[in-house]
Each structure stands twice: as structure tokens, then as C-alpha cells.
């Protein structure tokens, strides 16, 4: 991780895995942290699974399949673990290999995908998951570093003619609608927390009964030849 100032308070680190799923967010704490050093090899799973596409999930069963040494057999069962410990505890975790996430060029001025810092966003009470075991890693920023983009003045202005009607009520309706109100700009001199490598994090979202303000984040951009193994949920 990036020590920075604002971590001090945005993060509070936690020693396994029950302190992660059962301490709540509170204060200005968004983001918890099972600061790890994980063996294995983790490499040697992301080379031994072919990848056609941009991304695959790789499923419990098909990781068992795999043939591997010593190292990255070792990999294999801390990947099955925190699976395992996930779902038990009422989550869906997925785990990815992603060679890159789909770009969006819909609105040129106003990219809604997942390289622009945003939140995540449920009905219900939630939270999000996530650790990069091999390649680049996620980043967050601290929500006094950040502003939503959609009170930015002229990127509201080009979202009101996209719009194209009067009704301010049915304005934020479709900002809601097509998630403009979820993505944040990182302010002049921000300075961005690298989640680092075999750290599980718990980040707070934006649902309703929550108390704290949600955790800006963002997936990184993708080393040039390296995919990454990240499971998330």
C-alpha cells in the first residue's frame, strides 16, 4: 500500500479474515485491510489458463483441473480458501483473470467504466470484497480527494444537453438511471492508495441504511503482457 495521510483515516487494517467480515465501517472509515504476504505461486495459475477473450471467470472446479508444481499448488489452496470462506459467509465471490475490462467510449466526455474512479451501489445492505493476487492492482482515493463528476460544471452542462429536456427531477433520474452520479474526478495533487498484491480488502458502498460514505475506487490500468487474478464479490 501507498501511505498517505488520509489512509490514517479512510483504512483500518484488521488481522484475519472474521475481523474483516465482522467489523463495521464507522467514523470516516470506508476500507478495511487484511494486510497479507501470501506463498505460492500465483502466476502459474494465470499462464496455465488460456484466455480468449478479455477476462474469464475461473471457477472452483476448474482450478482443482489444473496441473501445477509444488508453488503454485500452494496458490491454488489460498485461492480455494478465501473462496470458500467467502461464500460461507453469504458472499458470491468470482474469481477473474483479466487481460483488460471493456472501455467506454459512449460518452467521450463522461467514461463510465471501471478505470474512472466511482462507487458501487446496492439496494440492500452490502459490501464489496476484493484482492489482486497476481498483476496490477485496484486503487482508491480518499472521498476528500475525489468529486463527483457530476457536479463538475461543464461536464453537467454536456450531461444536461446529452439529456435534452427540462424536468430537473427527470435529470437526476437519469443520471441514477445510466450511473453518471457514481463516478468521482480525483482533485489536482490527489494522491490514490494502491491496494496491493494478496491484501483483502472490504470496501464500503453506497446503499441505504449505510454510515459512512462509500469507498472511491478504481481497477488499474493493466500491465503491458500481464494479466491479473483477482477475486472480487
Same mark, same amino acid.
Given at each position: 500500500?501507498?501511505n ?8 483500518k ?15 470516516n472509515?470506508?476500507?478495511l ?8 505461486? #500465483?502466476s502459474?495459475?494465470?499462464?496455465k ?16 483441473d ?6 503454485g499448488q ?10 470458500k ?21 459512449a #460518452?467521450?466526455f ?5 478505470y ?36 463538475i ?7 444536461k444537453?446529452l ?10 433520474s437519469?443520471?441514477?438511471? #445510466? ?6 474526478q480525483?482533485?489536482?495533487n ?12 472490504k ?10 460514505l462509500?469507498?472511491?475506487h ?16
Open positions: 500500500m501507498i498517505s495521510p488520509h489512509s490514517e483515516h479512510q483504512i487494517s484488521v488481522t484475519n479474515f472474521k475481523e474483516l467480515l465482522s467489523i463495521p465501517f464507522q467514523g472509515v470506508n476500507a485491510c487484511w494486510t497479507r504476504e501470501l506463498k505460492g505461486d #500465483f502459474e495459475i494465470v499462464k489458463v488460456a484466455l480468449s477473450g478479455n477476462m474469464i471467470e475461473l471457477l472452483p472446479e476448474e482450478l482443482l489444473l496441473q501445477l508444481s509444488k508453488q500452494i496458490a491454488r489452496e489460498i485461492l480455494l480458501n478465501d473462496y470462506t467467502l461464500q460461507n459467509n453469504g458472499k458470491s465471490p468470482t474469481l477473474n483473470i483479466i487481460k483488460n475490462y471493456e472501455r467506454d467510449d #460518452f467521450p463522461f467514461p463510465t467504466d471501471v474512472s474512479f466511482h462507487v458501487d451501489r446496492s439496494p440492500i445492505p452490502a459490501d464489496t470484497f476484493l484482492c489482486t493476487y497476481h498483476g496490477a492492482s485496484s486503487a482508491i482515493l480518499s472521498n476528500s480527494q475525489g468529486t463527483q463528476k457530476i457536479l460544471p461543464e461536464i453537467r452542462a454536456e450531461l444537453k439529456y435534452g429536456e427540462e424536468s430537473e427531477a427527470g435529470f437526476e437519469f443520471l441514477s438511471e #445510466f450511473f453518471f452520479d457514481l463516478h468521482y480525483a482533485k489536482p490527489a494522491q490514490p492508495i494502491n491496494l496491493g498484491v494478496g491484501h483483502l480488502w470496501l464500503a458502498i453506497d446503499h441505504p441504511e449505510s454510515k459512512v462509500p469507498c472511491l478504481r481497477a488499474p490500468e493493466e500491465k503491458n503482457g500481464e494479466h491479473r487474478l483477482m477475486m472480487i464479490c
